[in-house]
């Protein structure tokens, strides 16, 4: 049973499914980029033993999500996977359903969606790390997402340390991540941590942080109520490119005094890129704002050097507990 949050007047761009039934059908998906060493093993243990994943109203499966670019250590083989669930790509025969992510995209559709549709599964964690500084970051296409704020908030205050919520959705703007399959879902990017390398500390806690989100769905399903909240998210404005030649070729790269400063605030006037050259670029916006995947190695080929953002806090109303089911 889904319904449809109607918060607010006026049209809006996208909706977003809200949960008010127990969630039964949950999935921890690992190894969508292949060289996201996390993701990857935290499930290849968990394909072997799935007990941390066993909570009293549910078990949440274990999936490696993209096991040929695991196999090579790479992001992807073909194309990336978590831009191959658009409907294009979902529906797509031939010559580009031959590609393997292409594929692959449509095997998971099948198992864990169809997207969009009452069948599919009810909440998907998607695990990823990041090469830049982004602590535990916690990713939502949308604040819409009532279930998932509420999750967020959860984990913020049960787990250590900072976890900026980070929503990248555009209005009007297909989601082709592998996270819009499920009615709710919500990434989780731990950096940083170079991309082939395990770091015991991002293990530890990206197994905590998925602990944490198991337990608060196991609340929800035993008949919690959440009240409203306001929290702070980080919105994405756009994604900048690096300083680059006409040809495409680097020009320039993050400057010293930006690197590692994911969701502080960049004030107009403030550096962020030094060309080889020595000249610096400076920020020339007119009001302060946020980045984050600052110098991610992945996006070099997508031309993103950061995304800035805007913070701001956002109202999230309550999260009724779930209808009991008819006996
Ligand atoms: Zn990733």
């Not at 970051?137 to 787990?159: G, P, R, W």
């Not at 984050?292 to 950061?306: D, L, P, Q």
């Amino acid at each position: 049973m889904v319904d449809r949050l109607s918060p607010g007047t006026g049209s809006r761009m996208y909706s977003t499914p809200s949960i008010r039934h127990e969630l039964d059908r949950v999935a921890v998906m690992g190894g969508t980029h292949g060289n996201e060493l996390s993701g990857v093993h935290l499930v290849k243990y968990w394909l072997q033993d799935p007990s941390e994943l066993q909570r009293e109203t549910f078990t949440a499966i274990p999936f490696l999500a993209n096991p040929d670019a695991a196999k090579r250590c790479t992001r992807y083989v073909s194309q990336d996977l978590n831009r191959s669930f658009t409907k294009a790509s979902l529906t797509a025969k031939g010559t580009q359903g031959d590609l393997y992510e292409v594929r692959r995209a449509q095997e998971i559709n099948q198992l864990f969606g169809p997207k969009g549709s009452a069948d599919a599964f009810d909440f998907i964690f998607d695990l990823h790390n990041t090469t830049s500084n982004m602590a535990a970051c916690l990713i939502s296409d949308s604040e819409e997402n009532v279930f998932t704020m509420h999750m967020c908030h959860y984990i913020q205050k049960h787990t250590r340390g900072p976890c900026p919520i980070f929503l990248y959705g555009c209005p009007g703007q297909e989601n082709n991540s592998l996270l819009s399959v499920a009615k709710n879902g919500l990434g989780l990017e731990l950096g940083p941590q170079p991309h082939g390398v395990l770091r015991a500390d991002v293990f530890s806690h990206m197994r905590a942080l998925v602990a944490c989100g198991l337990d608060f769905i196991d609340l929800f399903n035993q008949g919690t109520s959440f009240p409203t909240l306001d929290i702070v998210v980080y919105k994405v404005i756009e994604p900048v490119d690096f300083p680059r030649s006409p040809g495409g070729e680097l020009l320039g790269l993050i400057h010293p005094q930006l690197q590692d400063k994911d969701f502080l605030p960049l004030k107009p006037g403030d550096p962020i890129f030094q060309l080889f050259s020595g000249e610096e670029i400076f920020y020339e916006g007119d009001a302060t704002i946020y980045l984050a995947f600052i110098n991610e190695a992945a996006y070099y080929e997508k031309g993103v050097a950061f995304y800035k953002t805007k913070k701001c806090t956002v109202s999230i109303p309550p999260l009724e507990a779930p209808v009991a089911s008819a006996p």
